[in-house]
């Protein structure tokens, strides 16, 4: 059966950095992009980036530009997002998804538990 | 980036009624659609992709529909375990991938 099992709860200072873990277990790892996902307490889902697991190339929404950085190991099948500069407003859930690598579509159809970051001095 | 919009941001329906959810985007993506259900305290589920195809698992009751900037989601005979709150997609274009804002179906 397909996972994604994430790594669990952080509580961080403003300015601090976080980084999040992702395995993907049950499938062909580099076979499929992971994204990451947040979600705010009591918002929307907010898209944060993808990476290719195969290679480390990663594409970051604008928004997150420079203070974000997705890595991948394939030897041990882990997704990695680290945000560094914490503020207040990055408190959410962060969920990765992975999509088909190979037909490019962007849907998820397997999520991780999310792992929740509180930001707070 | 494609805005995606969703309508309305609350419906209430009764258990066994049928719910029509839809979404707007701000261009053409195709049928490159997808939706998604989350319950409180979960991740989001997969429920339709590519605008009406139903994923693993997904019952029957559920349909979408749609192409270009226009779709729907559609839940007949609404049951208990149904009301969550409900994602829109595009992936038509991406990188940055798009949600709408969700709507909330309650219980009427």
Same mark, same amino acid.
């Given at each position: 059966?397909?996972?994604?099992?994430?790594?669990?709860?952080?509580?961080?200072?403003? &300015?601090? @950095?976080?980084?999040? @873990?992702?395995?993907? +277990?049950?499938?062909?790892?580099?076979?499929?992009?992971?994204?990451?996902?947040?979600?705010?307490?009591?918002?929307?889902?907010?898209?944060?980036?993808?990476?290719?697991? %195969? &290679?480390? /190339?990663? $594409?970051?929404?604008?928004?997150?530009?420079? %203070?974000?950085?997705?890595?991948?190991? +394939?030897?041990? $099948?882990?997704?990695?997002?680290?945000?560094? /500069?914490? %503020? @207040?407003?990055?408190?959410?859930?962060?969920?990765?998804? %992975? @999509?088909?690598?190979?037909?490019? $579509?962007?849907?998820?159809? /397997?999520?991780?538990? &999310?792992?929740?970051?509180?930001? $707070?001095? | 980036?494609?805005?995606?919009?969703?309508?309305?941001?609350?419906?209430?329906?009764?258990?066994?009624?049928?719910?029509?959810?839809?979404?707007?985007?701000? *261009?053409?993506?195709?049928?490159?659609?997808?939706?998604?259900?989350?319950?409180? =305290? *979960?991740?989001?589920?997969?429920?339709?992709?590519?605008?009406?195809?139903?994923?693993? =698992?997904?019952?029957?009751? !559920?349909? =979408?529909?749609?192409?270009?900037?226009? !779709?729907?989601?559609?839940?007949?005979?609404?049951?208990?375990?149904? !009301?969550?709150?409900?994602?829109?997609? *595009?992936?038509?274009?991406?990188?940055?991938?798009? !949600? =709408?804002?969700?709507? #909330?179906?309650?219980? #009427?």
């Amino acid at each position: 059966q397909v996972q994604l099992v994430q790594s669990g709860a952080e509580v961080k200072k403003p &300015g601090a @950095s976080v980084k999040v @873990s992702c395995k993907a +277990t049950e499938y062909t790892f580099n076979n499929f992009y992971i994204h990451w996902v947040r979600q705010a307490p009591g918002q929307g889902l907010e898209w944060v980036g993808v990476i290719n697991p %195969r &290679g480390g /190339s990663a $594409s970051y929404a604008q928004q997150f530009q420079g %203070r974000v950085t997705m890595t991948s190991d +394939t030897s041990t $099948s882990m997704i990695y997002l680290e945000v560094s /500069s914490l %503020r @207040s407003e990055d408190a959410a859930m962060y969920f990765c998804a %992975r @999509s088909n690598l190979y037909d490019s $579509s962007g849907h998820s159809d /397997s999520w991780g538990q &999310g792992t929740l970051v509180t930001v $707070s001095s | 980036e494609i805005v995606m919009t969703q309508s309305p941001a609350t419906l209430s329906v009764s258990p066994g009624e049928r719910a029509t959810l839809s979404c707007r985007a701000s *261009q053409s993506v195709r049928s490159n659609l997808a939706w998604y259900q989350q319950k409180p =305290g *979960q991740a989001p589920r997969l429920l339709i992709y590519g605008a009406s195809s139903r994923a693993t =698992g997904v019952p029957a009751r !559920f349909s =979408g529909s749609g192409s270009g900037t226009e !779709f729907t989601l559609t839940i007949n005979s609404l049951q208990s375990e149904d !009301f969550a709150v409900y994602y829109c997609q *595009q992936y038509n274009k991406w990188p940055p991938l798009t !949600f =709408g804002g969700g709507t #909330k179906v309650q219980i #009427k």
